[in-house]
Structure formats: structure tokens, C-alpha cells
């Protein structure tokens, strides 16, 4: 098995990105589903490149880092959709996005 040590609090604030974009999704599809589309659609994304983006990493890929410099610009975006809105899980969100797209850059130019 390839170690992946080195990438573990990337990997760790993936997954804490896309758990937070998926428990903000299901939230505004809930309260207000055609006026938070933008939101749902970019926590979509987000989650599911955060989970891409940790796998590259546990298998130790050679495109680490392209990939997660895409991450960290999809999170970004999806940070500024959600810092938009008030309500908690948007700003919850908001702030792991950051929090992974730090993270990602610091991967990407290593």
C-alpha cells in the first residue's frame, strides 16, 4: 500500500469540505430550492471534486497536484456562492471550502 501520510490534512479537510458542501445542499433544497439553485449546484460539484481530489490522494497520483489546485479553485468558488447567504450551514460551508482550498494550494506547489 502507498503511504499518503504527507497529504493527510488535505485529505482530512476534503472530506470535511464535501460532508459540509452535502449537508448544505440538502439544506437549501429544503428551505428554498429554486432561490438557492446556484448554492445546490456549486456545493454539488465541490463535494464530489473534494471526494476526487482525496482519492488522487490516498492512491498517491502523479496529477496530485493539478488536481488539487482545481479543487482549490472549485472550492473557492464554491466559498464565495455560500458566503453569500446567512443562514448557518451556508457560512459553515463557506469556511471548510476555504479551509480545503488552502490546503489544496499548499498540496499543489509542493
Avoid: P
Avoid at 57 to 67: F, H, P, Q
Amino acid at each position: 500500500m502507498v503511504s499518503h501520510d504527507h497529504y493527510q490534512s488535505c485529505i482530512d479537510a476534503c472530506i470535511a469540505c464535501a460532508e459540509a458542501c452535502e449537508r448544505c445542499a440538502e439544506a437549501c433544497q429544503r428551505e428554498d430550492a429554486a432561490k438557492m439553485a446556484r448554492c445546490i449546484a456549486l456545493d454539488t460539484d465541490c463535494a464530489a471534486f473534494c471526494r476526487l481530489t482525496a482519492d488522487f490522494m490516498r492512491r498517491n497520483s502523479e496529477y496530485v497536484d493539478l488536481v488539487c489546485e482545481d479543487c482549490a479553485e472549485i472550492c473557492k468558488g464554491c466559498s464565495d456562492e455560500c458566503s453569500q447567504h446567512a443562514e448557518d450551514h451556508c457560512q459553515e460551508c463557506a469556511l471548510a471550502c476555504l479551509k480545503c482550498a488552502e490546503e489544496c494550494l499548499k498540496m499543489a506547489t509542493q
